[in-house]
């Protein structure tokens, strides 16, 4: 299917012809990008980790259009699960999933019941072992849509974010990761941070809990009110953050000393992690949707074990009623401007 | 909002005048017949348990239009979850909620933006402890919609079907449990079995994973194709037919001596089981969207703990692989007519 696409055979051309230059097109730009945050992301997190290795699995889908690299640990020694998952697909859209996908419902795009794509992205979920360290997750991504008739491009947009999940609450953690992301949105626009903050609750929320899944972060779906280029310089100023953004909180938390009753309300804090990926994640439904899709890739945001205790309810007055307030009560962890 | 319906204020009447005769309204006629069933489970369950009683709560909708009553034992002897819940529901449907109510995507409902039901159901998950011992599921349902002006019936159906969920084949309970259900078809149509038994391997179906949840049993939706009479007689026959069904494997498997590594593909299978119910399920969506759903009871379902793996492979000629294999490959385990 790729291989009938001519910007499939143009991109072949260009990848082969050695490293990606600036003029090259954004979605090349993006991919190389998204390659090189991986291995710096997994260099940073087993350098935490001690001995144990992301183990790293290269995949091809069978009709060419679609490769990637999924890098996960398990059972180590600071990560219980963790999986940085990149993907570049060229395919074609149903209707449906093309709705799925954009957030406006894709009223913007032609009516065709077929419409060629692009799409390259990083995806990442690691679920620390010690319920003091949140879990995190971050996702960017790149896409185009092609014109069926003359494979030239008719949209593109980015989208993604960081946020972060705490099991137990630690302000301070909250207030450095608001942080740093604060800082890279306001090198492009100073409204930015307190829009994609507030997505970011809206988004990553158990409508049917009342309960957000963590304590937040940054998130925008569809984001193509900028020059490609400063929208191509606010992704890399995120995604560079990351390392920053986690790596000294992880540091912190990682070897605290904690309680079986710690891990219970962790393994209860794991259930609601999968309710909102299973439910309500539309990147998960899209993908599970996708003819082929590697479903390994897709749930390796799952973590390992999780729990559903029947009518399972916090003590009050507990560091469990803390959070859980916290998250039926989303917080500004600091100032939006 | 129930209270603004003329069935409702009629069907309390009905209730305060004792016991319901075989003359009241099919909806009155099923809510006793589930009520009933639930008890018989429960009871016949708490035999097998050994000491530990069900948890019995009941409950009831703020609008007063709804009420129930959910029973569960968690961590018990036998069972490691099992919950038995029971609804009578009056309410206004969205046009949406409705498409995702009806298998048929609501084609013969009226155009109208809020239309009034009646729903009344058992719903019943049970996971023992020993591997050895299969998960069980059923559910049976009646549904009637009213005319939004003249507040009439305008259409009914029933729903529902038992299945079983294997950790570990044993080809003799597989034979058993369809057995026991082909007989309670057979007693209105003798097609009815085949078609149940197909439509339960299509719908019990993890699409993304190629296999299905488990090995089948009987399933059907939106049935209205016989009298309400001749389809009252086959739900009790089915309900009647849950003990017979399921007691008597779970008495021959709840001792059998089993491994670590047996409970860690247990837990694997459980992942599975969530997979299905939080992504597939219409039933789990159509409760999650429901204004002022009962969480706990729509997500009783859900196993105590479950455990997702990267790229978990069972070994070559296992029995791990046996389970798997039929699950690929779903089998008729006794002639469908």
Chains 1, 2 share one sequence.
Request: hydrophobic share 35%; glycine share 6%; proline share 6%.
């Amino acid at each position: 299917m790729a291989s009938k696409l001519a910007v499939y055979k143009q991109d072949q051309l260009l990848r082969a012809n050695g490293p990606i230059q600036n003029d090259a097109p954004m979605r090349l730009r993006m991919e190389a990008y998204v390659k090189d945050l991986q291995n710096r992301i997994v260099e940073g997190i087993e350098k935490v980790e001690g001995n144990k290795k992301f183990e790293r699995t290269s995949w091809k889908r069978p009709d060419h259009g679609g490769e990637g690299m999924t890098c996960v640990i398990q059972d180590g020694q600071v990560m219980e699960k963790a999986g940085v998952a990149v993907s570049v697909v060229y395919s074609e859209l149903s209707k449906e999933a093309a709705h799925q996908m954009r957030h406006d419902r894709g009223k913007s795009l032609p009516d065709r019941d077929h419409l060629p794509f692009f799409v390259t992205g990083i995806s990442q979920v690691m679920h620390p072992k010690n319920p003091n360290a949140p879990t995190v997750h971050l996702n960017y991504r790149y896409f185009e849509v092609f014109d069926p008739d003359t494979g030239m491009p008719l949209l593109w947009w980015f989208g993604g974010g960081a946020d972060l999940t705490p099991i137990y609450l630690f302000e301070e953690d909250c207030i450095h990761f608001h942080s740093i992301y604060k800082q890279a949105c306001d090198l492009i626009d100073p409204d930015f941070y307190g829009q994609f903050k507030k997505n970011c609750d809206t988004y990553f929320c158990n409508t049917h809990r009342g309960e957000t899944r963590g304590i937040g972060g940054v998130f925008f779906d569809d984001l193509d009110t900028k020059s490609p280029e400063d929208l191509f310089t606010l992704i890399r100023a995120l995604g560079d953050r990351f390392l920053p953004s986690y790596v000294p909180i992880l540091e912190k938390r990682h070897a605290m000393p904690y309680t079986e009753a710690m891990v219970e309300w962790q393994q209860i804090r794991r259930g609601r992690y999968v309710e909102f990926n299973l439910i309500w994640d539309r990147g998960t439904k899209f993908g599970l949707q996708t003819p082929c899709a590697r479903v390994e890739s897709i749930l390796m945001t799952l973590p390992l074990t999780a729990r559903w205790e029947y009518m399972y309810q916090v003590k009050p007055n507990s560091k469990e009623e803390e959070l859980e307030s916290v998250l039926k009560h989303p917080r500004d962890w600091i100032p939006l401007h």
